[in-house]
């Protein structure tokens, strides 16, 4: 069993930064890569950025030049910088383990708003 605890949302004025954490525990042994979705209102969720433990990273071309994500040590940061109205949703974040099975965290509420 693995459990995902996110942290680190908030209110931010657009051009700010925020900074998520993202903490697995468990059998993480066979941890394969964490990563954000987000889901805004009305709007599908969507793939914010992931990583591998192997260090390779992908990230929506939205946030490219903006975002960062790290890992280590089975917690992953995601720095969000720049921010934008459009970054406001519920980030939410997951562990994918070697052999298909993915946990997922509760969420934590981004909101950009001036």
């Known amino acids: 069993q693995v459990q995902v605890v996110e942290s680190g949302g908030g209110l931010v004025r657009p051009g700010g930064s925020l900074t998520l954490s993202c903490t697995a525990s468990?059998?993480?042994?066979?941890?394969?890569?964490m990563g954000w979705y987000r889901q805004a209102p009305g709007k599908e969720r969507e793939l914010v950025a992931a990583?591998?433990?192997?260090?390779r990273t992908n990230y929506v071309d939205s946030v490219k030049g903006r975002f960062a994500i790290s890992w280590g040590d089975g917690t992953t940061y995601l720095q969000m910088n720049s921010l934008k109205l459009e970054d406001t949703a519920v980030y939410y974040c997951y562990a994918h383990l070697f052999g298909g099975l993915e946990y997922w965290g509760q969420g934590t509420q981004v909101t950009v708003s001036s």
């Open positions: 990583v591998t433990t192997g260090g």
């Open positions: 468990g059998r993480i042994t066979s941890l394969n890569s």
